[in-house]
């Protein structure tokens, strides 16, 4: 019994000293200056507009798979809320490895004018894979 609680120990000390997150070098489009180099300013048929993608960063977790952070800046001049991100990650040739739609604020949420909204997603895509993303962000103006 006290051996295989030292076993479990060393287990959970090796695994505690583990750097859970590898930030890793590839390429990310999101949101720069306005637009995306794929997107317009709004989606006509959701009724959603642009919303600016900030801070992005595209690392791997501990299980191999894909965490995205970022923040989203609303810079109109009127409130929005039902902020949504979507984003595609793609391989080094170019075929997709899956697509991602969320909704990253409560439906009471509203981010002001000029107000910074930070999100923190995980995608289960292989990460090993994944060679460049394209990450983009849509709210709905309030009423």
């Known amino acids: 019994m006290l051996k295989e609680i030292a076993i479990i120990f060393s287990l959970l000390m090796v695994a505690s000293s583990a750097d859970p997150f590898y930030e890793f ?3 990310a489009r999101g949101q ?5 180099d794929n997107q317009n300013n709004s989606n006509q048929q959701s009724g959603k507009m642009f919303i600016p ?3 992005l960063v ?6 191999g798979m894909v965490e995205v952070d970022g923040a989203v800046r609303n810079n ?3 409130d929005m809320h039902d902020i949504e991100i979507t984003g595609e990650f793609f391989d080094k040739n170019g075929i997709s490895l899956g697509k991602f739609d ?3 604020t409560q439906p009471s949420f509203s981010l002001k004018p ?3 909204y930070t999100f923190n997603l995980f ?6 894979r994944l060679a460049t993303t394209n990450i983009t962000a849509f709210g709905a103006p309030a009423n």
Request: net charge negative.
């Open 32 to 36: 720069v200056n306005g637009t995306a």
């Open 58 to 63: 595209i690392s791997k977790t501990a299980q």
């Open 114 to 116: 000029n107000e910074k």
């Open 102 to 104: 969320e909704y990253v």
């Open 53 to 55: 993608v900030e801070d």
């Open 76 to 78: 109109n001049t009127f």
């Open 25 to 27: 070098k590839n390429s």
């Open 123 to 128: 995608e289960v895509v292989s990460h090993i």
